[in-house]
């Protein structure tokens, strides 16, 4: 079946420096994929959508110059947190659509747990 | 805009009871509904989906869910629990442009043994 990755899968940072989050669908191409937002005892808020080639689409409220998006090949996309804050501590899930499988189907990576001290 | 809403927050049963986890959505068009569940520690894996046809989807592990347009809702059930399906649910819909999916709070589910 479809497998996506994320590397890594915990972090702590300072506040104020940067984090890259990577996600990679392993067997398969990905045109597309999502990046998550999970707080706790809540549900996964979509944060943005990453096309392989273009800019990314941010949900509202989601600042862009905050978490960068790059989705630079069919089976990798980042995210990086920038001068990271202890309210951006969180969990981040990506997700990813194959390029020939059911369109609407979504495989999610295990997830990162970012803690900002 | 959609929401989707899940009755319960927490719900604990004994092994052999049966299952219902609701599930409402709110949207206007056409949806895509999808039960996702989360065991402890590890990632999200699609349980069942329903895009057209038969309104009773079944899925793995013996879960089934009813869609209701009616009531627009989509309810996960399962005739008899194992200690193994406790986890965290999740209902999400999808409609419109770019298969967004937007996903209920979660239920978690405890079966005690």
């Known amino acids: 079946g479809a497998v996506v990755s994320q590397h890594p899968s915990r972090v702590i940072c300072k506040s104020g420096t940067s984090v890259k989050i990577e996600c990679r669908s392993l067997d398969f191409q990905a045109t597309t994929m999502f990046w998550y937002r999970q707080f706790p005892k809540q549900s996964l808020m979509l944060m943005a959508t990453s096309n392989e080639g273009s800019k990314a689409t941010y949900e509202q409220g989601v600042e862009k110059d905050k978490f960068l998006i790059n989705h630079a090949s069919l089976t990798l996309s980042t995210l990086t947190v920038t001068s990271a804050h202890p309210e951006d501590s969180s969990f981040y899930i990506c997700?990813?659509?194959?390029?020939?499988?059911?369109?609407?189907?979504?495989?999610f990576g295990p997830g990162t747990r970012l803690t900002v001290t | 805009a959609q929401s989707v809403s899940q009755h319960n927050h927490h719900v604990i049963l004994s092994e052999a009871a049966s299952l219902e986890l609701g599930c409402n959505y709110s949207?206007?068009?056409?949806?895509?509904l999808f039960w996702y569940v989360q065991y402890p520690g590890q990632h999200l894996q699609l349980l069942l989906k329903y895009f057209s046809g038969d309104p009773l989807v079944k899925g793995i592990k013996g879960f089934e869910a009813e869609f209701i347009k009616s009531k627009f809702s989509f309810n996960l059930r399962k005739p008899s629990v194992q200690w193994s399906d406790t986890a965290e649910y999740f209902c999400a819909v999808s409609g419109g442009y770019g298969n967004k999916l937007v996903f209920g709070a979660g239920t978690i589910l405890r079966v005690k043994s």
């Open positions: 949207y206007g068009g056409t949806v895509n």
């Open positions: 997700s990813a659509i194959t390029s020939g499988g059911a369109q609407y189907e979504q495989y």
